[in-house]
DNA sequence: CGAAGTGTTGAAGCAAATCAATTTTCGTGG
DNA sequence: CCACGAAAATTGATTTGCTTCAACACTTCG
């Protein structure tokens, strides 16, 4: 794994756009770190290199020694099963950690591979945990990872008891909030560098049958595509389709908890 | 919620067995708590009660001002569907945490309730935090934040990509281990009180399905069931039925990461 | 321009859902 | 302890959402 030290004073993603250091906007979120949290934060970030499409980041089974995080792109959880199917756990996109639990537990229990041509960051670990003695980093980092944590049970829930045609309409809307988030989305349109099967992998379904509920979401004109462009013409009727409430995402700042007594 | 000061000097779950306090034996785990940890820890619970089968502990929004921990029983995560089904994403087990996310994202994202009677302790936020002010201690409770996040992965995994019979024998699989860990289960048999429909909540599949399935490895002889018990004559059959690799339960002493140079 | 990858369509088969009825188990009070 | 009612488990018949297989069209890019 090269590591070009590209120092970075102003980042920009692969469409060109200037955009903020991703990791920084997600952790900002909950909206209390200092001037100098956000400086310690940002000199994480010296190390960034460049992965092709479909490759490896980090395999199962890997003792990970630097933290690795998404500053654009796009990329996978998962875990091959037996009979060669993959199963897709979730989408990276840029902000994202993709081995944070590695750092405490020790090893991977899953891969995470690119599926478009992905900016990493790469943070070691000493550096991280030293970061991490401040408070307000170690809460956001927690957050965030607790906040993955919310996103599997949604998923949970909506691959396990939801049909197919339900299912990708709330992945699509998942998606849309969460590259928002980021500056990736407008309100209406977002670039998703996803094939058929790699949305059925995801929902656990067959490429063809991806195709046939795409086809309906487009004849409900709830969706267009463009490309690997989706076009989501009102995002409420999307959304009221597919029974989303974004909540589970945590994209508001911190809901202050009520104070212990 | 009341909270009857129940000072227990020695716990015995309901089946009258003397044990330790599962949340000790499972923050334990990761073998690097000193005696001094382990009395902190130990103070922590002195407010225990009690919960009928089919009770709510935390609601869904809910804002928990403690933090409530499984000292015996069984319980779930769920989340109400449109259409109320009603997807189960999580077993709880003694040891287990309820709502220890919430204490950091501020509010619940699902509910969680009793499957069985169960013994509840209650941890103020106040008095966990001041615990976690030990770094051991805190590097106890985010492993078990993580690990379940680990479950969820496999539960995602599992759910969405296997047939319905592997599916409910992986479950069968992690149960034992996970109860076995608490001393609930012998290598053989453990009681599990589930009725078919809470099964099919947690694998979204019918409970008429649920129901053929047992049939099904009960013919293959994987395993037999009585009341509310399950055996599970060889084990090791049933794992390479369902495809089952323990590593993701992260039951084992933590395997020392690499040092961070 | 050709080849590989991706998307699209149709037909047949299957796993699981649904509906409906019956039996068994279990908890409770007489 | 037994009788009763309710909950849970079981069985059969039918329907359906999705898979699989196979062929073909379109796009992209070296």
Partial sequence: MDCRMLLSPALHNRQGYRV??????????????????????????SCTY?????????????RPREVHVMMDGFACRYKMMAGGRRAILAYLVPGDFCDLHAAVLGRMDHAVGTLAPCTMAAIPRAALEEAASRPAIARALCRAALADEAILREWLANMGQQAADRQLAHLL?????????????????????LTQEELGDALGISTVHVNRVLQCLRALRLIETNGRSII??????????????????????????????
């Fill in 50 to 62: 460049e992965v092709a499409a479909r490759e490896d980041i980090v395999r199962e089974g890997d």
């Fill in 232 to 261: 989501i013409p009102h995002a409420e009727l999307l959304e009221t389709f597919a029974g989303f409430d974004p909540g589970y995402l945590y994209l508001a700042p911190a809901e202050s908890a009520p104070a212990p007594q």
């Fill in 20 to 45: 903020r250091n991703p990791l920084m906007t997600k952790l900002e979120r909950a909206g209390t770190l200092s001037a100098e949290d956000r400086a310690k934060l940002a000199a994480l970030i």
């Fill in 173 to 193: 809307c998942e998606l849309r909030r969460r590259l928002q988030a980021v500056g990736l989305a407008d309100g209406r349109s977002f670039r998703l560098p």
